[in-house]
Every structure is written in C-alpha cells, then in structure tokens.
Nanobody, 125 residues
C-alpha cells in the first residue's frame, strides 16, 4: 500500500509559478516511478509528468514541456512539480500517482495503482 498527499496548490496569475509537493508513505519510495496528472472540469484526467525511481529519467506532456519540472527527494519520500509560466489552461486539479510495479516513468494512467486526493491549481488571466 502507498498513501499519497498533495499540497501546494492555489490561485496564481498567468505567468506566475507554483510548486506542488506529494508526500508518500507505505512502500519503499525510492523503488518506484511517480507521476503527476491533472483534470480540468468536464475533461478527462491527463498526464503531466513522470519520473523514474532514481530521478534520473523524466517524461513530460508536450503541453508543459519547458515550463514544468518534476523532481523527487527520496530521503524525504516526496515528489515535486515546479510549474513556471503558468497559463489559464493549466487550471485543474492536480494528482500525484505511484506506480510500484515500475521503475521507469510512463504516461499511461492505468499503470498507476495509487493516487492522491488532488490539489486545486487555478490560473487567472
């Protein structure tokens, strides 16, 4: 079992920045890949970014590449999503997810077994 708790969401103006955190507990955090997804009202949950067990490999959706950075601190059992140059279309509930069966990152939603409760990010124009 893995428990995930996100934090760091909020309201920000377009062009601003936020850093999301996801604290994990349960299985050995440093042994598996992690991901971030988001879901806007009326839309399906979509992939944002993912990171390998060691942090050495990352993967981004085209819509956030160059603006968002995923990282992890295995000593703190935490994964981060640094979001810069935010746009109104980034408004969504952001979820972190754990994939204990994989070490390498994936964008496939069904691969992730555990999800956090989500944190709201709202970008005003």
């Amino acid at each position: 079992q893995v428990q995930l708790v996100e934090s760091g969401g909020g309201l920000v103006q377009a062009g601003g920045s936020l850093r999301l955190s996801c604290a994990a507990s349960g299985r050995t955090f440093s042994s598996y890949a992690m991901g971030w997804f988001r879901q806007a009202p009326g839309k399906e949950r979509e992939f944002v970014a993912a990171i390998s067990w060691s942090g050495g490999s990352t993967y981004y959706a085209d819509s956030v590449k160059g603006r968002f950075t995923i990282s992890r601190d295995n000593a703190k059992n935490t994964v981060y999503l640094q979001m810069n140059s935010l746009k109104p279309e980034d408004t969504a509930v952001y979820y972190c997810a754990a994939d204990p069966q994989r070490k390498l990152p994936t964008s496939l939603r069904y691969e992730y077994d555990y999800w956090g409760q989500g944190t709201q990010v709202t970008v005003s124009s």
